[in-house]
């Protein structure tokens, strides 16, 4: 769940729930152009332009008009246009290929941001503007970036992650972050919101109890607000009370709160973003509540943090505090309390929490360990 990336929404150094890029064999049936997983469901979009989903569905999350789990991939709707997917905790977003956006599921907090605070089990239309890039979901808010450079966000605003006074608790309908049209991708998290500018700086605001906005303080603020002096910021994800962000010098950063190793290094909290080990051909980072998953530019996929269900992948349920490789070559990795990733042949692979079916490997069995996912002819 959790970012962005919006000129490269199929390429771009994605985050939680962004759409990766996957090359699929000649001939071979279609595979995976954009994964996300939430709380406990998991939405993938086929290289055909259709859109699955499985796992747990009380408020409609999978989109299928009916609020029953499924352990294997369902069809959302009988569409082939779809572009870009992204999961909140209990809901889900995506972009057609016409620009527009539509999210379903959970609705408590107006993160669907069709007007209303009703769930919705099958997709709901944001608005009727049709010029929509990409979408965040986090926890109850949603954020995105148009074509034209703006940023929106809605939802849940009590610690101002939708940068706007937290008096307004939460808003139904996209609000305009300022007046900047130069905004390149977003990450929503569980309580504060991280974008990156055109220019390649980093803004974050919102939450910040635990440094999660990485600018030295521990106080909120709702104005978006430059993390440190860097230009060459390149993707950023947003998980429960951390960030995780890679430069264009191929370095990534961590900052936050700590205590599962979800920062990548044996530290306490951090309040400003340190260097994630010395490693720099780092491709692509992806943040969820506890567990953080990165690919590096030779198409290994390493993860660390909270492991108690095997979410890291590497077979043991031991958290990490620092990055482990899990499986093998990959083009895109999401990360919940469960995991799963595309490989560069169009095959999928899901790990780690399993109580709604969300691995989709027809079972509701825990995995520490990669697990092929068949998705329909």
């Known amino acids: 769940m959790l970012l962005l990336t919006v000129a490269t929404a199929i390429t771009g150094s994605a985050v939680a729930g962004t759409s990766a890029a996957v090359a699929a064999p000649a001939g071979a049936a279609p595979g995976v152009s954009a994964l996300a997983s939430g709380y406990g469901h ?38 082939t246009d779809w572009t870009a997917i992204d999961a909140g905790t209990s809901y889900t977003c995506g972009v057609r290929s016409a620009g527009t956006l539509w999210c379903w599921g959970s609705n408590n907090r107006g ?24 979408v965040s979901a986090g926890d109850s808010h949603t954020c995105g970036v148009r074509t034209d450079g703006t940023l929106w966000c809605w939802g849940f605003n009590r610690l101002g992650q939708l940068a706007t006074d937290s008096s307004t608790w939460y808003a139904t309908s996209p609000l305009q972050i300022g007046a900047a049209t130069n905004w390149a991708s977003v990450t929503a998290g569980f309580g504060h919101t991280c974008a990156i500018r055109t220019d390649g700086t980093l803004w974050c605001w919102g939450d910040s109890t635990t440094g999660q906005l990485g600018i030295g303080s521990l106080s909120y603020t709702i104005t978006p607000t430059q993390v440190g002096t860097a230009t060459n910021w390149t993707g950023v994800a947003a998980g429960y009370a951390f960030t995780c962000a890679v430069r264009s010098d191929g370095t990534l950063w961590c900052w936050g709160e700590n205590g599962y190793g979800q920062l990548g290094v044996n530290a306490t909290y951090q309040t400003t973003p340190i260097q994630v080990g010395t490693a720099t051909n780092w491709a692509t980072v992806n943040a969820s509540f506890n567990t953080a998953c990165a690919t590096r530019t030779d198409g290994t996929l390493w993860c660390w943090g909270n492991n108690m269900d095997g979410q890291v992948g590497d077979g043991t349920t031991t958290n990490r505090y620092a990055p482990v490789q899990a499986g093998s070559s990959t083009a895109g990795v999401v ?13 999928l692979w899901c790990w780690g929490y399993n109580w709604a079916g969300q691995l989709g490997d027809g079972t509701t069995t825990n995995r520490s360990a990669p697990t092929a996912v068949t998705l329909p002819s």
């Open 42 to 79: 998991t939405c993938a979009v086929r290289t055909d332009g259709t859109l699955w989903c499985w796992g747990s569905n009380g408020t409609g999350q999978l989109g299928t008009g009916t609020t029953v789990d499924a352990t294997t991939p369902v069809r959302v709707g009988g569409d």
């Open 111 to 134: 993160q669907l941001g069709d007007g209303t605070t009703t769930d919705r089990s099958a997709p709901a239309q944001v608005g009727t503007a049709a010029g929509w890039a990409g």
């Open 335 to 347: 990360t919940g309390y469960h995991t799963c990733a595309a490989r560069t042949d169009g095959s």
